[in-house]
């Protein structure tokens, strides 16, 4: 049984990707702030853009959109609300900014990103840090707009979710483990924490910031919480995988990097077959969740459960 | 005439001080969040608590504490609102981060900060990288508890407000400018454009967040805003006459080094008798908006700008 049969998630993203593309290139722009008298200085908001613009995969846009049309009671809607539309983007913002900063020098130190120079080759270390600061700050910015768009209770609520999701106890703690345990061994307990917080909640709080969006019971918020969870945690243990199984060209960034830095992956754990059997495991949780959620419209969380397992890069 | 005669700036900050410390401290931590079941990793937290505790004016909780007395209704309370003290510390924790990032090797590349070496020499690149990174987040969790003790619609007027004085339109921007300016001239209104992004706006803002957790009328806002604009940039000519008159010892920060860098400064623009001269002309400006405020518990505010024109460091 396949929840998400007969669905085309190429069909159903197609606008919402439109969508998310326009309102990014419109929001990280050098906008003034009339209030002030001042724009923002445009060799940073190049950076910016760069980092933002015209790649990726959009999966955490895609999740928050989906969990919107989920949590959203008018069936028809292909057209995501502006409060849908601004979490969106403002979780992707949140992840260009931690690949912008992951890769300078200091981090991992690489060059090649979605088949580009990375930010700092284009345009500098400092250059870089400071996009990636001035990111971070535009996602809250895009939660909290003075135009009525998103309530102000859904702003709060928004902006909660985002800075546990992107701080110490979540995507920058993941990433401090991560660089702590290079060269150690790992139980998968240990592995699977620090999954949890680098990419896993960020992914989850995408789901959960699109359902803040819409209305859904708390036994709903619970389940596509679950649903998030596994969801983050099997895209990371695909991702060990392709470190392994794919070419640099297909990636867009440079394979075998993991198991040359010595890093501990799942397939350094539980062997290729088992991560791949484990990645199994985990959409099939998704599912469950779904399931358990009595959502009606969740066709589309379904089926980028589906592609997080089916991706090829 | 001295609106802020016969208050003591000393006596009124002694326990206002004491709460933020006591609060800087207990939320920058490694408390766990119980609902995911991991914590912040420790190595992590030591690098952002390093960044944060024991140092510093704290200059920017104080004026978002005094704006929130000027704008509360409870003229005896000498204990600030929950409210109040979390845009207090938040406040702090986006001045902290941009201290840490500032001092990056790729940046300003300083090793003394406060008396001690700064984050990146205790803590290696990635981890100041990542602390700062972190600390961002945090200011942002402060400012969106789940407990009721923020209003869900103050939250999200919280969070607009420092989004939008940390990111390209203000701090960040502020810092690219500077960037870009080393052994450029710049005449006035650029420095001043620079300045008033790079640290204005931040200190702007921890007047505008303390004043956002009382009520004030529209007018008075406005008038908030223009004393904060004012002390705003009569801090940046004081700093950069200490620049040149002060010692490194006295500082706590390395002396001449914008000098050294050949960056522009008042001093550069307008000699050192013309930058004094401008300091005492902003805080008569600073002052004039008190009184247009209508507000009457503003002394604090009137001490704290007469401060920034005495500080020594």
């Known amino acids: 049984m396949n929840p998400s049969a007969g669905f085309s998630l190429d069909a159903w993203s197609q606008p919402q990707l439109q969508a998310v593309e326009a309102a990014l290139s419109a929001w990280v ?39 919107y049309e989920a949590a959203s009671s008018s069936t028809a809607s292909r057209q995501p609300s ?17 690949l912008v900063h992951d890769d300078m020098p200091c981090m991992d130190n ?96 995408s789901v959960m910031m699109g359902a803040a969006c819409g209305q859904v019971s708390d036994a709903a918020q619970r389940a596509l919480s679950d649903y998030g969870r596994a969801l983050g945690l099997a895209f990371q243990v695909v991702d060990d995988v392709l470190d392994v199984t794919a070419d640099s060209a297909t990636l867009g960034k440079t394979a075998g990097k993991d198991a040359d830095h010595d890093k501990p992956t799942y397939v350094s754990l539980m062997g290729l077959e088992g991560s791949r059997r484990y990645a199994r495991d985990l959409l099939e949780q998704a599912h469950a969740a779904l399931a358990r959620s009595g959502l009606e419209n969740t066709q589309a969380l379904a089926a980028l459960a589906d592609r997080v397992l089916d991706r090829s890069h």
Chains 1, 2 share one sequence.
């Open 29 to 67: 722009t050098a906008d003034t702030v009339p209030a002030l008298g001042w724009g923002a200085p445009a060799g940073l908001v190049d950076a910016m853009r760069y980092a933002v613009l015209d790649g990726g995969k959009r999966l955490r846009p895609l999740l928050a959109l989906a969990a």
């Open 82 to 98: 502006s409060a849908a539309l601004r979490a969106a983007c403002a979780v992707e913002l949140i992840h260009a900014y931690s």
């Open 110 to 205: 690489d060059v090649l990103r979605r088949g580009k120079p990375t930010v700092h080759v284009q345009f500098g270390e400092a250059g870089a840090l400071l996009a990636g600061d001035a990111l971070q700050a535009l996602a809250f910015e895009l939660l909290t707009p003075d135009d009525g768009s998103v309530p102000l209770a859904v702003q709060g609520r928004l902006c909660a979710v985002l800075a546990r999701a992107a701080g110490s106890t979540g995507m920058a703690g993941g990433q401090a483990i991560d660089l702590a345990s290079v060269g150690h061994a790992l139980d998968e307990q240990a592995l699977r924490h620090m999954h949890q917080l680098k990419t896993g909640a960020l992914l989850q709080a």
